[in-house]
Structures are given as structure tokens and as C-alpha cells.
């Protein structure tokens, strides 16, 4: 049987994207673009003020994910065309 310290982070996780605006299909959405561009292990959180933040786990995949940005900008407008910019930060992304 898990921990109430190993079941609260993963409650918390599935709590926040809902908070943040985002529905399932744009979740989904973005996280086969993060798959196509070699994001795996990146996150995105919710759209606020016509902007999404990507967490990632590495300067590596920071910088990765910055010469990436343009290409997954792009294809996010497609689902959600108010999106106007990504903000991406290292930080905990699983």
C-alpha cells in the first residue's frame, strides 16, 4: 500500500492542469508535441494570459526545448490558437 506522501503529489498533479484552464484534449494534444520534439520529459502548464509554461528537468533539455520553441509554439496554436507565448524554466517535470 503507497504512502499518503507518494499519493498527494500525483492527486496535486491531476488537480492543477484543471485549475489552470486546460481541458484533457488540449493535455493530450501537447503532450504528443512534446513526444514529436523530443520532450518527453517536459511539462506544460496550463494557458494564462495568452501564455503556457513549460517546465523541464536539465539545462540540457532547457536548451533543447529553447531551440525548439518556435516549431512547438506552432503547433499548440493549432489547438489552441490564444496561445501566444511559451515560457519554459528547469524545475521538477514529472
Do not use: C
Not at 13 to 39: D, F, H, T, Y
Not at 45 to 66: E, F, N, Q, T
Not at 68 to 73: F, N, P, S
Amino acid at each position: 500500500m503507497d504512502s499518503i506522501k507518494d499519493i498527494i503529489p500525483g492527486v496535486i498533479e491531476k488537480m492543477v492542469p484543471r485549475r489552470a484552464g486546460v481541458s484533457q484534449r488540449q493535455e493530450q494534444s501537447w503532450q504528443n508535441i512534446l513526444e514529436k520534439n523530443g520532450l518527453k520529459s517536459a511539462r506544460l502548464i496550463g494557458p494564462g494570459a495568452g501564455k503556457i509554461l513549460m517546465v523541464v528537468d536539465s539545462p540540457a533539455r532547457l536548451y533543447h526545448a529553447r531551440t525548439r520553441k518556435a516549431v512547438i509554439l506552432r503547433q499548440i496554436q493549432k489547438d489552441a490558437p490564444e496561445v501566444q507565448d511559451i515560457t519554459i524554466k528547469i524545475g521538477k517535470a514529472a
